[in-house]
């Protein structure tokens, strides 16, 4: 039989356009596949329930699906389904990202191909690829899998649907749905990758706590102050922290009841924050060891912000810098080491003057030096509750200050608390 009369045989049996089979039919030869194992993944993509023909790579549950499979037969009910648009080999590609779950186990997916994927679907994914990705195994469907939807639900031990608190996002979360106020707000034009665009960006909260956004399709609903339910967000990091984002394929509604945003920081240990890798909004407890180089008065660009040696930026060359206030100070818990950086506000607190005293002290002493040794005097020894965003980079830990004070704690009263805690 040539493959023209396959394709007349499987189009008139499934009932689809016999083109579109014919060109899917030619893929799986050309790459090899006989054309009875090609015939049956067709009638199985195309909804053919009898497997009539051919073999698929061997049925797996979830939890044994493994990175070195190469590819897998698997039966299992879609948690969530999230639509994003990336940029591949030049072109624009929607995908759907998401979780997939049998009764042993959860697995994510990316599918290449418009399958329908809706949270709550049960499907068969023949020759679903299994690919790598942090050590985690996970499934690509594509053009050669076979994608049938089932007619019996799996009795999965996981919630369907991507419900989340913002302290629980991760980076790399996807389809994820919240409940938020929009605490901040602001719009802003960017270099997008098709030219000039506007975008919304800001800081989003609920009871558990807060976290940054960008919308990167500006709506009406996100604005300061509104509560608000996101429907597929997904996360992705931004400066060392995870960023909600909202996306065209987010859905946004106003919400009619209030958020109650919780204003507690995660208190963490130092070592345990870092090893994080970012958080948003923490507040750790530790001791100042040590003022970097780089604090007190220092100088910045008047182009780009950034601190200037002697004059000279690293963009900009020679240029007339502005004057500014600014700490960076080591702090140690005993577990880990971050740098806790001060703006202008927070730096005038431990010095214990303005900018002006600052700028008249140099003057006397004729050498900047002294406000930070000032600082340095005022400071090293003492121990700081320090709250703010922490990201890490090659260079180590910093976080961001927003809040710097010293700590009124008593240690032993510390040490108990902790050990409650513990015994809870
Ligand atoms: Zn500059």
Avoid at 110 to 130: H, Q, S
Avoid at 225 to 244: D, K, L, W
Avoid at 284 to 309: K, M, T
Wanted: charged share 30%.
């Amino acid at each position: 039989m040539e493959l023209d009369d396959h394709a007349e045989e499987l189009a008139s049996d499934l009932g689809v356009d016999k083109e579109e089979v014919k060109s899917d039919l030619q893929n799986l030869v050309e790459y090899s596949v006989p054309v009875d194992e090609a015939k049956g993944s067709l009638r199985r993509k195309y909804g053919d329930g009898s497997s009539s023909g051919g073999t698929t790579p061997s049925a797996k549950n979830v939890a044994d699906v493994a990175p070195e499979d190469g590819n897998v037969t698997v039966t299992a009910t879609v948690l969530t389904a999230g639509k994003r648009s990336i940029r591949y080999q030049g072109s624009d590609h929607v995908i759907v990202e998401g979780q997939l779950a049998d009764e042993t186990g959860r697995i994510d997916y990316t599918a290449w191909e418009e399958f329908g994927l809706e949270p709550g679907d049960t499907i068969t994914a023949g020759n679903a690829g299994v690919r790598e990705w942090d050590g985690e195994p996970e499934l690509n469907l594509g053009e050669s899998t076979a994608l049938s939807f089932e007619n019996d639900s799996l009795e999965v031990p996981y919630e369907i649907g991507g419900e989340a608190q913002l302290a629980d996002l991760e980076t790399g979360d996807r389809a994820r749905t919240i409940e938020v106020s929009v605490l901040e707000c602001e719009r802003r034009t960017i270099d997008g990758r098709d030219g000039e665009t506007e975008i919304l960006s800001g800081v989003l909260g609920d009871e558990s706590g807060r976290l940054p956004f960008t919308n990167w399709d500006p709506v009406p609903e996100i604005e300061a102050g509104a509560s608000v339910r996101i429907e597929n967000a997904y996360v992705q990091e931004f400066r060392g922290v995870p960023e909600v984002n909202v996306s065209e394929f987010s859905r946004v509604a106003a919400l009619d009841r209030e958020i109650d945003v919780g204003s507690d920081a995660t208190t963490m240990d130092v070592g345990e924050a870092v090893r994080t890798g970012g958080i948003y909004d923490v507040e750790l407890v530790g001791n100042a060891i040590a003022v970097r180089d780089g604090s007190g008065l220092i100088q910045r660009c008047p182009e780009c912000y950034r601190v200037i040696q002697k004059g000279q930026c690293r963009t900009h060359g020679d240029v007339d810098g502005i004057d500014d206030l600014r700490v960076k100070a080591i702090i140690d818990d005993g577990t880990g080491t971050v740098t806790a950086i001060l703006d202008d506000d927070l730096t005038e607190d431990v010095y214990g003057g303005d900018l002006e005293d600052a700028l008249e002290a140099a003057r006397e002493a004729m050498d900047q030096e002294v406000v930070a040794d000032a600082i340095r005097e005022n400071v090293v020894g003492r121990e700081y509750r320090v709250r703010g965003h922490l990201s890490v980079d090659e260079y180590g830990a910093n976080v961001d200050a927003e809040t710097f004070e010293e700590s009124d704690d008593d240690p032993a009263a510390r040490a108990t608390a902790f050990l409650e805690e513990v015994d809870a």
